[in-house]
């Protein structure tokens, strides 16, 4: 009987899911408002019901805690009932991003990119600090493009260059590359759904966002390779390591470069369309995003030809990719919920007020509180995508006199500065069943690079909000 009615739950999810992506995306492109808007609030209060339930104990506390905050708003300002169900449906442009995104997966896998590296750095690369920077820029660029299924393919890549180390050495390196070159790119990626929903909630230029966002991220970068490569120059087994290593690497084609090159080519091309086309049509920018991604899948797929496979890998995205989002689904719409009814119903200018006396009081330093907070919420087991939205909701920026491009870069890489030492991170819960390790075993291995991180992003925020306030 209960596997009949987690079967039903399951297909429902799946439909409800898929009629709540294809609807947005009919809107966006037929401008239709009133009628959708309707739907997609009736979609996500059933979506609520069944996701709540399918849910761990711990996201369903989450989720229950701002449910009731907002429905209390509501009762406590004497809302009719009749009027609560408007307040759902306002996540569904987030919603549609964390069911489109991971199609950008399907031509890289489909085209084979992942071999190709393997190829290309296969004895190449054997230095241990050599391994984990690659490791780490690889899943960067990969998860810039596949979000969060970067980590199962960087590691189905890369396995080989670590298996060749002691067990020690091996799981330093896994431990910290794909957690710390995931969370890395979702501080400046589109497809990201962090950085989408603080531009987009902030009204800020996307231009400068992501620009800033890539450069901090690759600054991160080359400053953990460094760290990482004089902490190992000190270990004696690394040393072993590198003196007896040598095999002759065989030789690369011209075809195998022009590989890589594509990736690299069609990162650069997501990004330009987005911006060109936010700045031209004028549309949302995670509208578009939304609308390249499923352009760009489609049209890269067929021009490898593999059209029956692509509709096979879309199918399983759209089936149980959309299983696996089913906590996120839960949070997005909670959350979503209480952002309204407090923007709408609550005491946002009370809030103004105490945000204002406490910009008084520090000053420009009131931004490294916002992105204390911000870390904060990854602690808690929030997505760093739900803190950006139910801050820039919330946070009335104007009243901080905080530029909206650093209040959104704040947000976005304060959200993801501690992703991967939280144990509760969507980044470590992640990384931790590709490597089949408990959480806690590679967010302790991140500790200092979070807190590097962390205070990297306050530094730089601090010179922004000084230098351009």
């Known amino acids: 009987m209960l596997s009949k009615i987690s079967d039903l739950s399951d297909r429902l999810l799946i439909i409800l899911g898929n009629m709540l992506a294809i609807g947005y995306v009919i809107k966006i492109i037929f401008t239709i408002n009133h009628f959708m808007n309707v739907l997609f609030s009736g979609i996500s209060i059933l979506l ?10 711990i996201f369903s506390i989450i989720a229950g805690i701002f449910l009731s905050l907002g429905i209390w708003i509501l009762i406590s300002n004497h809302t009719s009932f009749d009027e609560y169900w408007s307040y759902f449906g306002t996540s569904t442009n987030i919603l549609t991003l964390l069911i489109i995104a991971p199609l950008f997966s399907i031509p890289i896998m489909l085209g084979a990119y992942h071999r190709t590296i393997e190829i290309i750095f296969r004895n190449r690369i054997y230095r241990p600090n050599h391994v984990h920077g690659l490791l780490s820029f690889c899943t960067f660029a990969l998860s810039s493009l596949m979000s969060m299924a ?55 230029n996307p231009s400068l966002v992501i620009g800033l966002g890539l450069s901090f991220a690759l600054f991160i970068i080359l400053i953990d390779y460094l760290m990482v490569s004089v902490h190992m120059k000190k270990s004696k087994e690394e040393v072993a390591v590198i003196s007896n290593h040598y095999v002759d690497p065989e030789p690369i084609s011209l075809r195998r470069w022009l590989s890589l090159m594509t990736i690299a080519l069609v990162i650069f091309l997501f990004v330009i369309a987005t911006l060109l086309l936010h700045h031209l049509w004028g549309l949302n920018i995670i509208d578009v995003v939304i609308l390249l991604i499923i352009l760009f899948s489609f049209v890269w797929s067929f021009i490898l030809r593999k059209y029956r496979k692509f509709m096979l890998q879309l199918k399983l995205k759209m089936t149980t990719g959309i299983r696996l989002l089913s906590t996120q689904l839960l949070l997005f719409i909670s959350v979503g919920f209480f952002t309204q009814v407090f923007i709408k119903v609550g005491h946002i200018d009370q809030l103004t007020i105490i945000l204002e006396n406490l910009q008084q009081t ?25 803190i950006a939205v139910l801050m820039v909701e919330t946070i009335p920026y104007e009243a901080l006199h905080i530029r909206p491009e650093w209040f959104a870069f704040a947000i976005a890489a304060g959200a993801l500065s501690l992703a991967a030492a939280s144990p509760f991170s969507v980044t470590v819960n992640t990384v931790s069943p590709v490597l089949k390790r408990i959480q806690t075993d590679i967010s302790k291995k991140n500790y200092g690079f979070s807190i590097m991180m962390l205070c990297m992003v306050n530094i730089w925020v601090l010179i922004l909000q000084f230098l351009f306030p």
């Open 48 to 57: 609520l019901f069944i996701t709540f339930f399918k849910s761990g104990k």
């Open 150 to 204: 970067a980590i199962a393919v960087s590691h189905s890549i890369f396995h080989n260059l670590t298996r060749k180390f002691p067990k020690t050495i091996s799981e330093r390196i896994e431990f910290s590359s794909y957690a710390r070159g995931n969370a890395l790119a979702l501080v400046w990626s589109p497809v990201g759904v962090t950085v989408g929903a603080a531009v987009s909630g902030t009204h800020s």
């Open 362 to 386: 520090l000053g420009s330093f009131i931004i490294v509180f916002i992105v204390l907070i911000a870390a904060s919420g990854i602690q808690l087991g929030l997505s760093p995508a739900l």
